[in-house]
Each structure stands twice: as structure tokens, then as C-alpha cells.
């Protein structure tokens, strides 16, 4: 989805379902990529990453799947769950003069309906 | 084994004073970064720092400074508050070019 002013995009998905998070990355030169979930008063939670030289990696009920021509991130889950209701967010990273700049997308709130 | 432990965890200021947020991580690591996240907004770079005694801005310094005393420690200060830094701040820390790990945040709020 793509950020809207304020408000993050919204994804409902009915318990059982699998849930597809795109996201879209800035900068061509970013080498690694990171999906992480977010609770509600919490600090970003690890889901799993992929580095640039890789097109698709799986853990467990998800996967992420890498498109450099169009810089695309994707994240599927598979047999969504309550406990997947969060809001996800990709971050990319670069390595620059000072080091390894990690920068974040603008997320995506994702609703698991039962 | 703490993590990234972030102080104090709630704050509120008046216009015009000055604070400093701390950091702190037990992993080792060498990378340490501060970012704030609006409310339904994503979270976005403040600063970074690669090693002790070094930092660099990132995508909104602008208030802000930073200092990395040493390799555990990474401190955020506002010298200035003003409103429109009300905001939650996170720490994070990692190893190159790996998973960064998050501390719980401080909820800033400067009226």
C-alpha cells in the first residue's frame, strides 16, 4: 500500500486467509531488507529479512519476496492469525560513509477479522 | 541479558527546556541508531551512529544531537523542546549489516 497523509494504509484479512504487505524502497544502492510487526505500545519486532542478492526467502508462515527491477518488497503470510493483527513496516539498509543507515517505509495496519 | 533499554520511558516538557534521552544496549553491538514515530506514522531516522565516537544525521536531525559515549551507550538530546517534537522515541542496535533490535520507546510529550 502507499502512505496516505496520516493515516496508514489498512489491511482486512478473515482468519484463515493469507495476507500479501507490499512495500515500494527508495534507493537502489540498499543491500538488505527487514520486515518487522509492531504492537500497540511497542517497540519493532524481527519477522524475517533478505539480503539484495536473494529474490525469495521463507520462515515460518511467511515470506518475503524481493524485486530489485522495480524496487518491491513483499510479505506474505500464510493462515493469518489474531496474533498477526499489527501494523508491519519494511526497512532497507545502506551502507553509507557513516556506517549502516537503516530507514523504514511507512508501514501497513493489518486487521485480522475472525 | 536486558537488550536495548531505553530511559526514562515517559516524559513531558514545556516549551523551550532541554533533555536527553538514553540508550543502552548489553549485545555488543557495534551500530546504535534513535528514530521517532508519529502517531500513525512510520519511524523515521534521527541519527546513527557506527561506532563509539561516531555519528552521522539521519532523514530528520533537525533539534536534535546525539552523542555515543561509549559502545554500549547512545544518548539523545533536545536542547530546545518544542511542540512539534512530541513524538515516541526508539533506540535500536545491531551488528552491521543485521536485524536491528528496538528498546520499549519513550513517549515525549512537550506542551
Known amino acids: 500500500g502507499e502512505s496516505v497523509g496520516l493515516h496508514l494504509p489498512t489491511l482486512s484479512v478473515q482468519e484463515g486467509d493469507n495476507s500479501i504487505i507490499n512495500c515500494a524502497y527508495s534507493n537502489s544502492a540498499s543491500d538488505y531488507f527487514i520486515w518487522y510487526k509492531q504492537e500497540s505500545g511497542k517497540g519493532p519486532q524481527f519477522i524475517i529479512d533478505i539480503r539484495s542478492n536473494m529474490d525469495k526467502r521463507q520462515g515460518q508462515r511467511v515470506t518475503v519476496l524481493l524485486n530489485k527491477t522495480v524496487k518491491h518488497l513483499s510479505l506474505q503470510i500464510a493462515a493469518t492469525q489474531p496474533g498477526d493483527s499489527a501494523v508491519y513496516f519494511c526497512?532497507?539498509?545502506?551502507?553509507?560513509?557513516?556506517?549502516?543507515?537503516?530507514?523504514f517505509g511507512t508501514g501497513t495496519q493489518l486487521k485480522v477479522e475472525l | 541479558n536486558a537488550g536495548v533499554t531505553q530511559t526514562p520511558k515517559f516524559q513531558v516538557l514545556k516549551t523551550g527546556q532541554s533533555m536527553t534521552l538514553q540508550c543502552a544496549q548489553d549485545?555488543?553491538?557495534?551500530?546504535m541508531y534513535w528514530y521517532r514515530q508519529d502517531p500513525g506514522m512510520g519511524l523515521r531516522l534521527i541519527y546513527y551512529s557506527a561506532s563509539e565516537g561516531t555519528t552521522d544525521k539521519g532523514e530528520v536531525p533537525n533539534g536534535y544531537n546525539v552523542s555515543r559515549l561509549n559502545k554500549r551507550e547512545f544518548s539523545l538530546r533536545l536542547e530546545s523542546a518544542a511542540p512539534s517534537q512530541t513524538s515516541v522515541y526508539f533506540c535500536a542496535s545491531r551488528q552491521l549489516s543485521t536485524e536491528a533490535f528496538f528498546g520499549q520507546g519513550t513517549r515525549l510529550t512537550v506542551v
Open positions: 549485545m555488543n553491538h557495534n551500530s
Open positions: 526497512a532497507e539498509n545502506r551502507v553509507t560513509g557513516g556506517g549502516n543507515k537503516l530507514t
